[in-house]
């Protein structure tokens, strides 16, 4: 089923009471966490532009399992930005949505996508400690632990002599196996990129991909925004 693009088809849609009540989650979300400061536009000076984006999110099985409603704007999402910062995450520099936190062995990532927060790390009382950090500076729901997202299931298994072992079995499987780079006398080098232009609805940012091969071997990729 394709997600409204505008308010009118929204009213219209078979689950419009359901982005009704994500609207009004959403509105409520907002005055909560103060992202914005009401005032009188000064003179001269023409208001950002902002639009509704209407997302269904799906589970494993296709199904929709929560309704998202955005009101988007061009406007960067600088309260966040500062508070977790200020918390001590820094910011990828490749990535700007994907934040990072240290305290010696210890690390915990924080990836945003659009309203949502995905959290991982290696050690769970730093986990607990940033979650409740979290909720208490923002107006936010905790989901608990993702099973899906972006079309990716999550997969886990804590039995860390489990995955020791599969590692083992693995390089016993593929011990005699070996790259092939081709038979050519000469080291052929070759690149290709693309570029989706500007395709995210929500944050106008095109995704570009490479990969360069040698004598037909991939020896270098990369996926960004």
């Known amino acids: 089923m394709e997600d409204p693009k505008t308010y009118t088809k929204t009213m219209l849609d078979i689950d419009s009471k359901k982005w009704q009540e994500t609207m009004k989650s959403e509105m409520d979300s ?3 966490n103060q992202v914005w400061t009401l005032v009188d536009p000064p003179e001269g000076i023409v208001p950002i ?10 589970g494993s099985d296709v199904k929709a399992e929560t309704y998202k409603a955005r009101l988007a704007s061009r406007s960067c999402n600088i309260c966040f930005d500062e508070a977790i910062k200020g918390y001590g995450f820094s910011q990828n520099e490749d990535e700007p949505c994907v934040y990072r936190k240290n305290s010696g062995s210890v690390v915990v990532f924080l990836v945003l996508y659009v309203d949502d927060i995905l959290m991982f790390g290696n050690n769970i009382g730093m986990l607990t400690s940033v979650k409740l950090w979290l ?5 936010m729901k905790d989901l608990g632990n993702a099973s899906y997202i972006l079309g990716i299931n999550i997969y886990r298994d804590i039995s860390i002599p489990s995955v020791v072992k599969t590692v083992l079995k693995y390089l016993k499987r593929d011990k005699d196996m070996f790259l092939v780079y081709g038979g050519n006398p000469e080291l052929l080098v070759e690149g290709n990129t693309n570029s989706d232009f500007e395709y995210d609805v929500d944050d106008r940012k095109s995704t570009i991909g490479y990969v360069f091969t040698l004598n037909g071997g991939a020896i270098s990729w990369r996926c960004c925004k």
């Open 30 to 32: 907002m005055y909560a």
């Open 49 to 58: 532009g902002n639009k509704w984006v209407f997302k269904r999110k799906k």
């Open 135 to 139: 909720s208490k500076t923002f107006s």
